[in-house]
Structure formats: C-alpha cells, structure tokens
C-alpha cells in the first residue's frame, strides 16, 4: 500500500507539480528500483501522462490535481489551497516564489547529486541528456530531470546557444538559507555522502578508491586550527588534481571527529 503524506511534507511544497516531483524523489530515494512507471501506476494514471505533467509540459487540470491528490493521501481542502503550478503561484504572490527558490536551495544542498550534475558537465564527452546523467551518477532519470529543472531555475546549471547544459555556479555557494536551514541542509548531505562511501567500500575495487583513517588523541581546544588546515588541504587538493576535462567526478571525504565521550 502507497505511503501517504503527513501534513507537515504537504506545506513545504509550493504547488501540486512541485509536491509530485518531491513524492517521486522520495520514493525514489527510499527505493533504488522505484520509477515513474511505479508512481504512475500507484497513482493509476498513464506513465507518458504522469511524466508531461511532471516535468512541466502538460497542464495540470483541477480535476486531475483532485484525483491525484485524493491518490496521495490528500484533503480536498489542502488540495484547494495548493497552485497547481509555482507560474500560478508566483503571478499572485512574490512570497510564494522566494518560499520555492528557497526550497530548491535547500534541495540542492542536501541532495549529493545536485554537486555531481555540476561536475559532470566538465567531465570528457558529457552530454546533456537527462538518462545519460542518470547512468553515470547511478541515480533514477526522474531524480537527475527534476535536479536539471531546480539547477536551471537556480541558475546553477545554464544551457549555452547549443542547448548544451554547462556549469553556471560559483565555486558552488549557496547562502539564500537561514543559518540552521542550511545546517539541516548539510546534515542531511553529508548523512548521504556516508552512505555512498559505505557503498563505494563494498563495490568499488580499491585500485579505484581510497579509504583510511587514523585514531589520535586530541586537545579540544585546537579544533579550530584544525579544521582550518582541513579546509587548506581540500582546498589545495582540488586546485592542483582539478584538470579542465577529466573522465570521472570523484567526492573527497574528510571527516574529523571525537570517538571519547565528553565528561560530564
């Protein structure tokens, strides 16, 4: 039986194709072998449809935002207080745009691939197709569409006079979040990133990959300039291993932490 949304997951969404998109990412996320195909026949609406609908190329009826709607869980009432689209929401109303760019920041924060789709543009014979992405970051074409769509209304991602996607970020700040916002953002990111490496340890050969660590003991109170020659290294590590077109994204891993409990 299909999970249905609570109400705190309904106010976050800031039109009824935005609310489709994210149920889609998290079901996505909760299960690798999820696809449109499962949404839309949960759902019990065509695939093709389902997908237009999704990636803004068919109008979303007030009848089918109710049937659909009525399909995740939904109150007629919620559904009536929720656009249909973020066009019809921001035509009424300059707040309800600023709440879905902020939305999309907070995604791409906290959702490892946004990075990647990034850096994958730089990498040797990229093309812009949104199953290509998919293939290569092991991630589903609905997740890398809608990453596409967010980057592009970011403004991270452009396409040039070819329609070709290029990497329109700078050196990858996002800073239109509240400061514990943007730490849930990063909470969240990093969660991920270490269940990827988990995964890149069990899969990945070890002339591909590298994994160590080392246990010391630590003075506290040096943390600061700790984390300052961290942040040096990382820094230094990508200006001087970073070539113009490469054949892979890699991700860097640092992680720094006290094992012993604090005396209380």
Same mark, same amino acid.
């Given at each position: ?19 489709? %998109? ?29 997908? %237009? ?16 709607? $009525? ?55 990229? %093309? ?30 452009? &396409? ?36 990827? $490496?988990?995964?890149?340890? %069990? ?14 003991? *630590? ?17 230094? *590590?990508?200006?001087? *291993?970073?070539?113009?077109?490469? &054949? ?6 640092? $992680? ?6 604090? &005396?209380?």
């Amino acid at each position: 039986m299909e999970p249905s949304r609570d109400r705190r997951k309904i106010t976050t969404a800031t039109s009824f194709r935005r609310l489709l %998109q994210e149920e889609l990412v998290e079901r996505c996320r909760a299960n690798p072998n999820y696809s449109l195909r499962s949404f839309a026949r949960s759902l019990q609406v065509e695939p093709s449809a389902l997908s %237009q609908m999704i990636n803004g190329k068919r109008p979303i009826t007030e009848k089918m935002k109710l049937r659909l709607g $009525s399909a995740l869980g939904l109150s007629t009432d919620q559904l009536h207080r929720l656009p249909t689209t973020d066009e019809v929401a921001g035509a009424t109303s300059n707040l309800k745009q600023i709440q879905a760019l902020t939305l999309d920041t907070f995604a791409v924060i906290s959702d490892w691939y946004h990075y990647a789709i990034l850096e994958l543009t730089h990498v040797q014979g990229f %093309q812009s197709d949104a199953l290509w992405i998919s293939q290569r970051l092991g991630i589903t074409k609905s997740e890398a569409n809608i990453a596409i769509e967010r980057l592009l209304r970011l403004e991270l991602l452009k &396409k040039n006079a070819q329609g070709k996607l290029i990497d329109a970020s700078e050196a990858g700040e996002l800073t239109s979040l509240e400061p514990q916002t943007s730490s849930d953002a990063a909470r969240k990111y990093q969660v991920q990133l270490l269940e990827l $490496s988990k995964k890149a340890v %069990q899969e990945i050969p070890l002339e591909s990959r590298n994994h160590t660590s080392a246990t010391m003991c *630590f003075e506290p109170e040096d943390l600061p300039q700790a984390i300052a020659r961290i942040t040096e290294f990382r820094r230094a *590590f990508a200006r001087d *291993f970073q070539p113009r077109k490469a &054949k892979e994204v890699y991700q860097m891993q640092i $992680s720094f932490f006290p094992l012993s409990k604090t &005396k209380g």
